[in-house]
């Protein structure tokens, strides 16, 4: 996860950290949960939803892509 995300070169990402993973109710069998957290940044400027989001919704692209992640709501 953690080489598919940093492959779409978010230009903002400051740090990918994992959290934890986790198998069972309500997560259907042979999947799993993984929590991750990343932080973006820009030196000069406060960041808006505006800018990151985009970065966000390529990194979500790309998982769903290559392990065929999806959000849980």
Same mark, same amino acid.
Not at 26 to 40: D, L
């Given at each position: 996860v953690e080489r598919d995300v940093l492959s779409t070169t978010p230009a903002l990402l400051e740090s990918l950290s994992f959290i934890t993973s986790y198998r069972g109710? %309500?997560? %259907? %069998?042979?999947?799993?949960? !993984?929590? +991750? /957290?990343? !932080? +973006? /940044?820009? %030196?000069?400027? @406060?960041l808006r939803h505006e800018q990151v989001d985009p #970065? !966000?919704? @390529?990194? !979500?692209?790309?998982?769903? #892509?290559t392990v065929g992640a999806q959000i849980r709501a």
């Open positions: 109710k %309500p997560i %259907p %069998p042979g999947h799993k949960s !993984v929590s +991750f /957290r990343m !932080v +973006f /940044r820009d %030196p000069v400027n @406060t #970065q !966000v919704k @390529t990194i !979500v692209d790309k998982l769903a #892509q």
